[in-house]
């Protein structure tokens, strides 16, 4: 269980993770805009174009899930379990809280996952 405080400076650090979250769904989708035939000078610097914007759409994809996850945990912060893994019901520590604000799973459950 956290203690109000904790759970502030948790609070504190989802909300700061949504705002990073925010800019760069802003700034990958300014990337992964279709190229247009004429945006680019030459074939080759064409083809780099759109292996840009296919690589800033998998990034965009990730962050929106990202934010997503995100906003489902700001909306649980109050919760009695929102410190316990969903998955083991283990206690999530401080430090995994705050380095994985998305994330409502320990880091032992997250790699059984894949
Ligand atoms: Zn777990």
């Known amino acids: 269980m956290l203690t109000p ?7 504190a650090a989802i909300e700061a993770a949504i705002v990073e979250a ?9 990337r992964a805009a279709p190229v247009s035939p004429d945006s680019a000078i030459g074939r080759l610097s064409r083809m ?6 296919g690589t800033a759409r998998m990034a965009l994809d990730q962050a929106e899930k990202k934010l997503s996850r995100l906003h489902a945990r700001l909306d649980r912060i109050d919760d009695a379990n929102f410190d316990v893994c969903g998955v083991c019901a283990g206690q999530l520590p401080m430090a995994r809280l705050l380095a994985a604000p998305d994330r409502g799973v320990c880091v ?5 996952k894949h």
Do not use: G, H, Y
Not at 48 to 53: G, H, K, Q, T
């Open 5 to 11: 405080k904790e759970r502030k400076t948790v609070k």
């Open 22 to 30: 925010e800019a760069m769904i802003e700034d990958l989708r300014t």
């Open 48 to 53: 780099d174009s759109m292996v840009n914007a």
């Open 108 to 112: 032992a459950c997250l790699q059984q």
